[in-house]
């Protein structure tokens, strides 16, 4: 079983910065990919940004330049560092792990993925 933990949501004021953090652990053979997802009320949930294990990101348009993902190999670990917050930014933010729990799955391809309990982030003045 594979968790993660998520944190650093808040309120920031309007231009502020939040930095989340997403940390897997449990029967972790190799994550594949994780990444950032949001959902405002009555909206659908978006991508927000992903990273490789090898370091290849993809960002929404709408945070291209004010939002920067990073992973850290070693800790199993996401960041999302959140510049210039816009009210339209205020959302859940949920935390999203693609991963293999061993080698017999990693062989075989047989991925599995995961959610956070989400994380309250909140722009206002």
């Known amino acids: 079983q594979v968790q993660l933990a998520e944190s650093g949501g808040g309120l920031v004021q309007p231009g502020g910065s939040l930095r989340l953090s997403c940390a897997a652990s449990?029967?972790?053979?190799?994550?594949?990919?994780m990444g950032w997802y949001r959902q405002a009320p009555g909206k659908q949930r978006e991508l927000v940004a992903a990273?490789?294990?090898?370091?290849?990101?993809t960002y929404a348009d709408s945070v291209k330049g004010r939002f920067t993902i990073s992973f850290d190999n070693d800790k199993d670990t996401v960041y999302l560092q959140m510049n210039s917050l816009k009210p339209e930014d205020t959302a859940v933010y949920y935390c999203?792990?693609?991963?293999?729990?061993?080698?017999?799955?990693?062989?075989?391809?047989?991925?599995?993925?995961?959610w956070g309990q989400g994380t309250q982030v909140t722009v206002a003045s």
């Open positions: 999203n792990a693609d991963f293999f729990p061993d080698a017999r799955a990693s062989s075989d391809y047989v991925d599995f993925n995961t």
């Open positions: 449990g029967s972790i053979f190799r994550i594949n990919h």
């Open positions: 990273i490789t294990s090898g370091g290849v990101t």
